[in-house]
Nanobody
Framework: VQLQASGGGLVQAGGSLRLSCAAS????????MGWFRQAPGKERECVAA????????YYADSVKGRFTISRDNAKNTVYLQMNSLKPEDTAVYSC?????????????????WGQGTQVTVSS
């Protein structure tokens, strides 16, 4: 499966962005999907993940209440709506897919990765 992330950009603190991750080559409904971010000098972290059906979702504590992950399997696309953005949300955001049944949050557990999209939040 190939993943294409888009939607990053420069936004002021308090603003919003919506990231999209389009899957091709295989139906996205066969994968759990995750959004990860990596800031300079920091480890890659999972900010949100969603199960195949969309019923189960995971959020990192740092983004709970501000970010929402969703998916449209008919469009083979996963979204990350980011509201109330903070400067500390600045990072390269990547989407990833893994075919297991249980939701995963560690980068090593994901098999397929899209290229990153830069999100920069100015203060």
């Amino acid at each position: 499966v190939q993943l294409q992330a888009s939607g990053g950009g420069l936004v002021q603190a308090g603003g919003s962005l919506r990231l999209s991750c389009a899957a091709s080559g295989r139906a996205s409904s066969t994968f759990n999907m995750g959004w990860f971010r990596q800031a300079p000098g920091k480890e890659r972290e999972c900010v949100a993940a969603i199960s195949r059906s969309g019923v189960s979702r995971y959020y990192a504590d740092s983004v709970k209440g501000r970010f929402t992950i969703s998916r449209d399997n008919a469009k083979n696309t996963v979204y990350l709506q980011m509201n109330s953005l903070k400067p500390e949300d600045t990072a390269v955001y990547s989407c990833a897919a893994e075919p297991d049944w249980s939701l995963k949050t560690r980068p090593s557990e994901y098999d397929y990765w899209g290229q990153g999209t830069q999100v920069t939040v100015s203060s």
